[in-house]
């Protein structure tokens, strides 16, 4: 286990670095990170957000689109990438003493679903065959910008929630709502086209059985009655199928 020292925070803020002049306002730490620790409603830490990734487009499309994207952020991946699962025994403890342990397991998710897009890509950097997205036909251009601006706001959302769990913050909750329901989205997008971010697939066995049994235990317990009843009801259903033929006469 290894301290949270904020990661997704670190790559994105390198990468962005790397592209800017010294005296250009950095949009990350002079921007993004002031107004999520003054924002006081999830409306107005959502702005912050949503502003750092409209300026934030090209890194975006660098993640996920573009060639030379994937050289520039290579050696900010080198260096995070491989301590992220490590670190994620230690995000959860603090995101569960900052808000609850349904926050936290949430949180993990998105932390998870980033950790394996980036994984892939440091892969695929290095040694992996050309990405399915490289030969896309023109038609699915806008799903790959679709894409880009999903994953930018994942990595956005993750490292938001990286910044703010040590500071207790009361937004925490809604921030890693926010973040798995992105998370699922990105894993929806990129299976599409042949990406496969299942969480902990490449994980130590050990590792990837007690995320699954945590993730169903949290889940389940998160549930009002009336849900479980309902998900009984599915489990202990009898399902009759009818033959798609008729057997034959004797």
Same mark, same amino acid.
């Given at each position: 286990?290894?301290?949270?020292?904020?990661?997704?925070?670190?790559?994105?803020?390198?990468?962005?670095? @790397?592209?800017?002049?010294?005296?250009?306002?950095?949009?990350?730490?002079?921007?993004?990170?002031?107004?999520?620790?003054?924002?006081?409603?999830?409306?107005?830490?959502?702005?912050?957000?949503?502003?750092?990734a409209k300026v934030l487009g090209w890194l975006g499309d660098a993640?996920?689109?573009?060639?030379?994207?994937?050289?520039?952020?290579?050696?900010?991946?080198?260096?995070?990438?491989? !301590?992220?699962?490590?670190?994620?025994? @230690?995000?959860?403890?603090?995101?569960?003493?900052?808000?609850?342990?349904?926050?936290?397991?949430?949180?993990?998710?998105?932390?998870?679903?980033? !950790?394996?897009?980036?994984?892939?890509?440091l892969r695929e950097a290095k040694h992996g065959p050309p990405s399915?997205?490289?030969?896309?036909?023109?038609?699915?251009?806008?799903?790959?910008?679709?894409?880009?601006?999903?994953?930018?706001?994942?990595?956005?959302?993750?490292?938001? +929630?990286?910044?703010?769990?040590?500071?207790?913050?009361?937004?925490?909750?809604?921030?890693?709502?926010?973040?798995?329901?992105?998370?699922?989205?990105?894993?929806?997008?990129?299976?599409?086209?042949? +990406?496969?971010?299942?969480?902990?697939?490449?994980?130590?066995?050990?590792?990837?059985? !007690?995320?699954?049994?945590?993730?169903?235990?949290?889940?389940?317990?998160?549930?009002?009655?009336?849900?479980?009843?309902? +998900?009984?009801?599915?489990?202990?259903?009898?399902?009759?199928?009818?033959?798609?033929?008729?057997?034959? @006469?004797?």
């Amino acid at each position: 286990m290894i301290a949270v020292d904020e990661l997704t925070l670190q790559l994105v803020e390198e990468v962005v670095t @790397s592209q800017l002049s010294p005296s250009v306002p950095h949009p990350i730490r002079d921007e993004l990170l002031p107004r999520l620790e003054q924002a006081r409603t999830l409306g107005e830490a959502e702005l912050a957000i949503h502003d750092a990734a409209k300026v934030l487009g090209w890194l975006g499309d660098a993640l996920v689109a573009e060639p030379d994207g994937q050289r520039l952020a290579r050696k900010a991946l080198e260096r995070v990438v491989p !301590r992220m699962l490590a670190m994620q025994d @230690s995000l959860e403890q603090v995101v569960e003493a900052a808000a609850d342990i349904i926050a936290a397991r949430k949180t993990i998710v998105a932390h998870e679903t980033l !950790r394996r897009f980036l994984m892939l890509s440091l892969r695929e950097a290095k040694h992996g065959p050309p990405s399915p997205r490289a030969g896309l036909p023109l038609a699915a251009v806008p799903t790959v910008k679709y894409m880009s601006e999903v994953a930018l706001r994942l990595a956005l959302l993750v490292a938001a +929630i990286e910044h703010l769990a040590s500071q207790r913050a009361p937004l925490l909750a809604a921030l890693a709502q926010r973040a798995f329901e992105t998370s699922q989205t990105f894993r929806r997008a990129t299976g599409e086209i042949g +990406i496969d971010l299942t969480p902990w697939a490449d994980a130590p066995a050990a590792t990837r059985a !007690r995320r699954i049994l945590e993730a169903a235990k949290v889940f389940w317990n998160s549930m009002n009655t009336e849900q479980r009843h309902a +998900i009984g009801e599915a489990w202990g259903e009898r399902v009759e199928l009818q033959p798609r033929w008729a057997p034959p @006469s004797s």
